[in-house]
């Protein structure tokens, strides 16, 4: 009874591209629902409201995107709550692939991480040699600094970025947010504090924020994203046609051009990974 | 406060030029916090008249857990459904999760005690010389029931209205079984906790503005319904 | 078949400590006026509330047409559908003045058609027709008492228990519902009846019983005269035996009762000079001991009773027989009835 309800009502309130037709779990051609886990960064980049749109077009499916932390993206994965997952953390991502709750997984793109901070740079990073060492002159320094703090494939880099400091960040001036990028972004910008993000994210947030990037580092803060699908044998029920559809499609030549060409206030934010760079013209 | 100000201007200019995507988040808040609203209704009233009206060891233990559950944070609601609700738990095959019929159940398990609660104080603030009344000239349970709601009208749509009123603002609920999927569980209040963290804050203020005008119409639609005479 | 619609054995009634009712037995013979009279307090309420099956007794038993209230809810059940109560200060529903009067047939299943028009008829006999569609919230105290009546008869109950159903009624509603009153064992109906007006009791019934403080007496109160009022040399006055007039303070002319509160009555042996133009002589004619007091019964024609301590009692050392005056002023006299002059 609720079921039937909620069709009812769901098909009076769609006023999206999703044509309304029966249960809400079906696209117009009969195709299923895809649903996505990916982390609240790829989706705060606006990539995917460029990307998935054409996709859905194609495929005739809706995508529902869910955008949570990427721990929790690859628990959805792993509960059977959602079809595929679009991550950027290499190492989680291949414990995912090996418990066998993933197949299929490809590289589609990469960005980097940069390290912002306030303008006047009180901890000097502009001049540092590498990243390890702009984190070691913030904690010299003793300067502001705002973490994820929430396992996030950014937290986990920016810990990764630790150790190799031979340093555990602790006292006052570290401070964890426990939030999205954008919500610990605001909350740098408002201390003046130094902050670890993505490329992607402090594009979309730049006018935004008066924090500046101090340091970059393309090479060894690279960010690649890959995106697996959920594996069909432990979950029977995932929609692995979907799934599959998709994974192709973003990695296909015409997914990879939409990536490439997608800007934020002129700047490029992600570089297709999935296809080599001398296919689709200039890739960089 | 100036930088307030110009983000309250920037919200009232935001408010003429509001697309099609809010109103579907509008449509979907409304959607989801009447029908869960009805079902909170729906077994609560009843449920608080039972408690109210009841003689029996244990009233005041369950009344005072009652209230407790008042207390319950929406994303404790939202985590606690949701490892009932994911496909791994024990209702995965209903494959409710992501679906805005999950907040309708979380939202319902949040406006059940607190319709509960206020209706239980209802029934029992009703004079009791129109349950003795009614006993007296004949009245079964069931038009018992029907008269108290009647007499103790006013106290039972404001638990109604509060059962609303709970459920139309709430966010963590919305987050944790809805997933804030664009255009299909994204409600205004998802829209402004993600507008707000991403830094729009004009734009999350407008959106409130809008959420409380609805929720200032439906309120009216109640008064109006108050004023109405019985049968 | 029995003669009685309610009898009570050994009735206890207690509210935490105080008890409220004790009465040993009583009995209401079906198609009957009974009035119940009694000052506030004295758990009037309480009884009615008890016949009607609204409240337990705490111990003893009642019957209602023989049938033992309190045994089953069931059986509770059948016997409160033939009794209908109503208060003193009647509950109105939130809703109109005929809504109100439908109320008890449409809880017994009457459609509701076939229930407005007996309420519209009832509430002919009330003289509140007129009222039928107001909101009956905003009734006078009179009003509401007679909606309530209407209320209470249009179900037609084999018995009616009226709390005070004279208390607040106009002048020219009262004698219509003494009226309703009286004529409604005619038709089939006990009627309990609870006033603290004795004017009221005798005009309503030929039984009447006093309570207080939770006992129940099979007569009125002590040194209750009724009789008419007259003018003689231009002063009120009731003859109450020959020879025997009772000087009264009172505008009110007709027929009356006049109540003499025991405790006010002098004894003197011998003709008292005072003020008082209410002396009369007699001789004892009955003793009895009441705790620290003792009521002596005085025959001047009719009995008047005096209460006396016990102190005062053995300095007069009174013997049964003896000559004595009994003196009470004017204004000691309570009138009841009556009409202006």
Redesign the interface.
């Known amino acids: 009874m609720m079921m039937g309800g909620l069709a009812l009502m769901l098909s009076a309130l769609s006023c999206n591209e999703n044509p309304p037709a029966g249960s809400p779990e079906t696209g117009s051609g009969n195709r299923q629902v895809i649903r996505l886990a990916t982390t609240t960064s790829t989706e705060d980049s606006g990539l995917l409201e460029r990307l998935l749109p054409l996709f859905e077009q194609w495929w005739g499916a809706p995508v529902h995107v869910i955008a949570v932390g990427t721990g929790r993206a690859l628990n959805l994965g792993r509960n059977g709550d959602v079809d595929a997952v679009l991550v950027h953390d290499p190492a989680a991502e291949e414990a995912f692939v090996a418990e066998g709750y993933g197949i299929n997984r490809r590289l589609v793109m990469y960005n980097d991480f940069l390290l912002l901070g306030p303008k006047d740079d009180p901890a000097k990073i502009g001049q540092a040699s590498g990243p390890p060492d702009a984190l070691k002159r913030i904690a010299q320094a003793e300067s502001a600094f705002v973490s994820r703090g929430d396992n996030s494939a950014t937290h986990k880099r920016e810990m990764t970025l630790w150790k190799a400091a031979d340093l555990e960040p602790t006292g006052d001036w570290y401070l964890e947010a426990g939030q999205g990028m954008s919500a610990t972004l605001l909350m740098a910008d408002e201390r003046g504090a130094y902050c670890l993000s993505d490329r992607g994210t402090y594009l979309a947030m730049r006018g935004k924020l008066r924090l500046e990037p101090l340091f970059e580092d393309p090479e060894a803060l690279k960010n690649p994203y890959s995106i697996i699908a959920v594996n069909p044998a432990i979950h029977r029920d995932a929609n692995y046609l979907g799934a599959m559809a998709l994974v192709a499609w973003v990695t296909s030549p015409e997914g990879q051009k939409i990536i490439g060409d997608f800007r934020v206030d002129d700047a490029v934010l992600f570089h297709p990974l999935a296809v080599p760079s001398k296919q689709q013209g200039d890739g960089k | 406060m100036r930088w307030t100000l110009e983000q309250l201007a920037e919200a009232l200019r935001l408010l003429g030029s509001l697309d099609r995507e809010v109103f579907s988040a509008l449509a979907l808040s409304l959607g989801v916090a009447a029908l869960s609203t009805v079902l909170a209704t729906a077994s609560g009233v009843p449920l608080g008249i039972a408690i109210g009206l009841g003689r029996f060891r244990g009233k005041r233990i369950l009344t005072t857990v009652l209230h407790t559950l008042l207390a319950l944070p929406t994303v404790l609601i939202g985590l606690v459904l949701y490892s009932v609700l994911s496909r791994r738990g024990l209702l995965g095959e209903w494959r409710l999760l992501y679906t805005p019929a999950a907040i309708v159940m979380g939202q319902c398990v949040l406006a059940l005690p607190l319709v509960t609660a206020l209706a239980l104080a209802a029934a029992e603030g009703v004079d009791p010389r129109v349950r003795l009344t009614a006993l007296s000239l004949g009245a079964g349970r069931w038009r018992m029931a029907r008269t108290l709601l009647s007499e103790g009208r006013g106290a039972f749509l404001a638990a109604v209205v509060a059962g609303f009123g709970r459920v139309f603002g709430e966010v963590g609920i919305s987050m944790m079984l809805g997933g804030n999927i664009r255009g299909y569980t994204r409600t205004v209040t998802t829209t402004i906790a993600l507008e707000t963290a991403k830094g729009e804050v004009a734009l999350g203020i407008a959106l409130g503005l809008v959420l409380m005008t609805v929720a200032l119409t439906v309120n009216l639609l109640f008064l109006w319904l108050r004023k109405k005479p019985t049968p | 078949m029995t003669p009685y619609a309610i009898e009570i054995r050994r009735l206890t009634k207690d509210y935490g400590p105080r008890r409220v009712l004790d009465i040993d037995h009583f009995a209401v013979g079906t198609r009957s006026v009974c009035v119940v009279v009694g000052p506030n307090g004295s758990g009037k309420t309480t009884l009615l509330g008890v016949l009607?099956l609204?409240e337990p007794q705490t111990a003893g038993r009642v019957l209602l047409w023989g049938e033992p209230v309190g045994d089953s809810p069931a059986a509770d059940r059948r016997l409160?559908?033939r009794?209908?109560?109503v208060?003193e200060q009647?509950?109105m529903?939130?809703?109109?003045v005929l809504?109100n009067v439908s109320?008890?047939l449409?809880?017994?299943g009457i459609g509701r058609q076939e229930a407005r028009r007996r309420a519209a008829a009832a509430l002919e006999t009330v003289g509140m027709a007129h009222a039928a569609d107001w909101?009956a919230p905003v009734l006078s105290a009179g009003e509401a008492r007679r909606t309530a009546l209407a209320?209470?008869l249009v179900?037609e109950p084999d018995l009616v228990l009226l709390d005070e159903p004279l208390a607040d009624v106009d002048a020219q509603q009262l004698v219509n519902v003494e009226r309703i009153i009286r004529e409604l064992p005619a038709r089939g109906t006990t009627v309990l009846v609870t006033t603290h007006r004795l004017d009221a009791a005798y005009r309503l019934a030929g039984r009447c019983v006093s309570l207080v403080h939770g006992h129940l007496h099979d007569a009125l109160p002590d040194n209750h005269f009724s009789g008419t009022i007259v003018e003689a040399e231009g002063e009120p006055v009731m003859p109450i035996a020959p020879g025997c007039r009772l000087h009264l303070a009172t505008p009110l002319r007709g027929p009356a009762h006049v109540v003499i509160d025991p405790r006010t009555v002098i004894l003197s042996r011998t003709p008292p000079a005072s003020s008082a133009r209410n002396c009369f002589a007699g001789h004892v004619a009955g003793l009895a001991v009441e705790a620290d007091r003792v009521r002596v019964t005085v025959d001047v024609g009719v009995p008047i009773t005096a209460l006396i301590t016990e102190r005062s009692f053995r300095e007069m050392r009174l013997e049964l027989g003896e000559p004595i005056w009994v003196v009470f002023k004017t204004l000691s006299l309570d009138v009841y009835g009556g009409k202006p002059a």
Do not use: D, Q
């Open positions: 009607a609204l409160r559908r009794v209908v109560m208060r009647p509950w529903f939130h809703t109109t809504g109320y008890g449409t809880a017994r909101l209320r209470a179900v």
